[in-house]
Nanobody, 128 residues
């Protein structure tokens, strides 16, 4: 069982930055792919970014939605059981509740239903 708790959301002006954190419980954190999804008001939850598990290596694969590529960076610290989402050059359309997720998803890192564990979400609001 894995419990996820997000933090770091808030209100920021367009062009600004925020860093989201997701703290995970459980000893198998390093074996899960960790993902970030977001859900804007009235819209479906959508994939933002994911980072694969280490498999005993220090190299991770990262994946991004086209809408955030070049602006957002996902990273993980297995020693701290934490995954991060650094968000730069924020736009009003980035406004949403951001959710952290964990699972053994294989190559389906962008598929919401492949993730087994979810956090409660953190609100990000970008003003124009």
């Amino acid at each position: 069982q894995v419990q996820l708790v997000e933090s770091g959301g808030g209100l920021v002006q367009a062009g600004g930055s925020l860093r989201l954190s997701c703290a995970a419980s459980g000893r198998t954190f390093s074996t899960y792919t960790m993902g970030w999804f977001r859900q804007a008001s009235g819209k479906e939850r959508e994939f933002v970014a994911a980072i694969s598990w280490s498999g005993g290596n220090t190299y991770y694969n990262t994946y991004y939605a086209d809408s955030v590529k070049g602006r957002f960076t996902i990273s993980r610290d297995n020693a701290k059981n934490t995954v991060y989402l650094q968000m730069n050059s924020l736009k009003p359309e980035d406004t949403a509740v951001y959710y952290c997720a964990a699972g053994n998803v294989g190559v389906a890192y962008f598929t919401r239903r492949r993730y087994d564990y979810w956090g409660q979400g953190t609100q990000v609001t970008v003003s124009s």
